[in-house]
């Protein structure tokens, strides 16, 4: 099968599940000798662009703000464009302020949601008619319903050719917007989904959102959940790991990076915990840099400092290497979320997971028995659930084993992409 995905990129600046999701996947039905092309939106995938080659980016983000704000950059010759879309430049605006954040951007959601009638119309065309003459899919899969603008025009170039869009945490963008934006954005996303031919989330709780928020038909929505190859994780038995605690996801606000260093120092002032160390990971955009700075002032006034570790790799090896260190992870996304690929990455490293009872985190925890569920989600509570397992090595042992038999029994990469080019040759065989 022809498949192309069309996938924002973040630049490599922060640990970015979308990013990796539909990489594992492309690597995936790769290796099952299926054709597959990634065409990145916005930035480059990753710092390295190590998936790249000589792919364009095509909705450069720093030549879409400008002309979305000034419209005589709407005019500006093609020489000006290629500069605001170079490599170098788009790695500049990967650690913008604000390049990842939705406050400011509405009426940018907006236009780019109109597709045709938006102020992106060039762009569009331009990366059709590049689509048009390099490919011949049979399937085209948006990386997000954000991204439904493209639909209409996908649509009427490639007219036999089955449209797919996942579903990952669009309410994290658009529910942060101000409330006037809000019912138009989700309206929008209803209104392009008539273009989809299927819609997949990523979890039976996130399916069900969606088809909530967005107005979907229940028939065309599926769930395929995420996965990782276990092979590529080591697995460092946590009896032979100091008492170590992990974070890794984007040190942000919304991901709960305030409630982790606030559980820490929580946890630290038990004398039974002294050896206790967070170490944190998956690094940041330049609107996260105020927290940061906060919780650094609070581990200072904690005296807490040298016992924090900034793991500052948190790609490829460096990941792996994070994952040895640490016994157990938490993550504590304020508003809960769609998956969360490091858990899966995480449990494969036989790291077990305390989560909080929000999104879809007990979903996943059912399915792999790896980890922990903890009810309210403060810093408390969260130190509770910490303490607990900290303190049971008998537990800490049994949810480590669970972690990495439940990713090779529920979420192996290669039975999820599977499952995913079954879903995708039901739409092929009818238009067909």
């Known amino acids: 099968m022809n498949i192309l995905q069309i996938i924002p990129g973040s630049g490599g600046s922060f640990y970015c599940g979308n990013c990796l999701r539909d990489d594992k996947f492309h690597l995936a039905m790769k290796k099952q000798g299926h054709e597959v092309t990634k065409i990145p939106m916005y930035l480059p995938l990753f710092s390295d662009e190590h998936d ?28 000006l464009d290629s500069l605001l879309n170079s490599r170098p430049m788009l790695k500049l605006a990967a650690n913008m302020a604000g390049s990842t ?11 780019m949601l109109m597709g045709e009638e938006g102020k992106q119309k060039e ?36 007219p036999k050719t089955s449209l797919i869009c996942s579903l990952q945490d669009e309410d994290v963008w658009v529910d942060a917007m101000k409330n006037s934006f809000r019912d138009k954005i989700w309206n929008l996303m209803s209104t392009k989904s008539k273009y989809v031919d299927g819609f997949i989330g990523v979890s039976d709780f996130y399916s069900k959102v969606s088809i909530q928020k967005m107005n979907l038909q229940k028939e065309k929505v599926f769930t395929n959940y995420l996965g990782v190859d276990p092979n590529e994780y080591k697995l460092t038995p946590v009896n032979e790991k100091a008492r170590n605690i992990g ?44 927290i940061l700075k906060q919780m650094r002032k609070k581990l200072k006034r904690a005296n807490l400092m040298d016992q924090v570790e900034f793991h500052v790799d948190f790609d490829g090896d460096g990941r792996h290497e994070f994952f040895s260190k ?63 397992l900290l303190l049971n090595n008998e537990k800490l042992q049994k949810l480590s084993e669970n972690a990495r038999s439940g990713v090779e029994s529920k979420f192996n990469i290669y039975t999820q992409a599977n499952h995913l080019i079954e879903i995708y040759r039901k739409f092929v065989s009818s238009s067909r």
């Open 52 to 79: 790249l080659n000589d792919m364009p980016v095509f909705y450069g983000a720093i030549s879409i703000y400008l002309k979305q704000l000034y419209p005589i950059f709407r005019k500006a010759p093609a020489w």
């Open 101 to 111: 954040n939705a406050k400011g951007l509405e009426e940018m959601t907006i236009s």
């Open 123 to 158: 762009e569009l065309n331009r990366m059709v008619s590049w689509m048009a003459e390099y490919l011949k899919p049979d399937v085209i899969h948006l990386s997000n319903a954000l991204l439904l603008g493209l639909a209409p025009k996908l649509k009427e170039k490639f």
């Open 247 to 290: 974070y890794i996801s984007r040190m942000c606000e919304a991901n709960g990076f305030d409630i982790i260093v606030d559980a820490f120092i929580e946890l630290k002032k038990d004398d039974e915990l002294r050896d206790v160390k967070l170490i944190l990971t998956g690094g940041y955009t330049g609107n996260d840099k105020s």
């Open 326 to 388: 640490v016994k157990m992870i938490s993550v504590p996304v304020k508003n809960g979320e769609a998956f969360g690929l490091y858990l899966l990455e995480s449990m494969a490293s036989g790291v077990p997971v305390v989560q909080p009872k929000l999104g879809a985190f007990p979903e996943i925890v059912e399915k792999t028995k790896g980890g922990v569920i903890y009810e309210k989600n403060t810093p408390k509570e969260l130190a509770k659930a910490l303490k607990k």
